[in-house]
């Protein structure tokens, strides 16, 4: 198992603005950086030791997936949060993540399923001691490796930009001292697990049901705080 119980952010290696990307993705999952911030082009090129240029570029790669927002003669800012991205979370969400399961049982090879593995070690051990960034970041990074295995050029950027706001919920809305929630992250857990094993035995049926089930499990936390008033809720389309 891997005793990768955290995840600190990237370091500024040679790749410099590798790093700044990595960074600013990792910020914004865990919400060190909040909804709507402003991000500072003068402050990210100091930090990184870039010059302004290539920080506009990493600017628009984000942008492109889903972190951040650009408009003209505007600074950039972080991907907003409001009812209406919730309601279109809860709407969407079951599509996009049954057919990314869906698909990635029908084509996942051993490499693919010893890659999963070692990502839900990760997210096991950031579960069993408690730290939530850790735990947000590997969660995100399990889904968006099954989206990938699905190999489908329509389904990779719903579901990455869907897993922005699933992170960023969770994060929100999890409350440590709440027992129930920290017996449903074991449970998880344990349905990535079972994810796993059905998209190694490309079973397709049986993964869409895990999955329906584990949206469900997420479903219960994040609604409890974040549904819309009046909204009925539901997984099961």
């Known amino acids: 198992m891997a005793n990768n119980q955290s995840s600190p952010e990237p370091g500024v290696g040679p790749d410099r603005k590798a790093a ?11 919400m060190q950086i909040a909804p709507g911030s402003v991000l500072d082009e003068v402050a990210l090129s100091e930090e990184f030791g870039l010059s302004r240029p290539p920080v506009r570029e990493a600017m628009r790669q984000l942008a492109g997936e889903g972190f ?9 800012r972080v991907t907003s ?11 969407i969400a079951p599509m996009i993540y049954v057919a990314a399961t869906r698909l990635a049982a029908e084509h996942a090879s051993k490499a693919d399923i010893a890659g999963l593995r ?5 997210f096991r051990d950031a579960v069993h001691s408690n730290d939530v960034d850790a735990r947000v970041f590997y969660n995100d ?21 869907l897993l922005i706001d699933h992170a960023r919920i969770g994060k929100i809305f999890y409350r440590p001292s709440n027992a129930r929630m920290l017996e449903e992250l074991h449970e998880a857990s344990r349905q990535h697990d079972e994810m796993i094993d059905a998209i190694a035995n490309h079973d397709p049926d049986r993964a869409e049901a895990l999955v329906r089930a584990h949206l469900d499990l997420s479903r219960k ?6 549904a819309p008033e009046g909204m009925a ?5």
């Open 118 to 122: 070692e990502i839900q070690d990760s």
């Open 68 to 76: 951040i927002e650009l408009e003209a003669n505007r600074p950039a």
């Open 233 to 237: 809720i539901s997984l099961g389309v």
């Open 221 to 226: 936390n994040m609604a409890m705080y974040a």
């Open 141 to 161: 990074k399990f889904h968006l490796r099954v989206g990938e295995i699905a190999n489908n050029a329509f389904i990779l950027p719903s579901l990455r930009r």
């Open 81 to 91: 949060m409001s009812y209406q991205s919730l309601r279109d979370f809860f709407l």
């Open 20 to 30: 700044l990307n990595n960074t600013l993705r990792h910020r914004i999952l865990t």
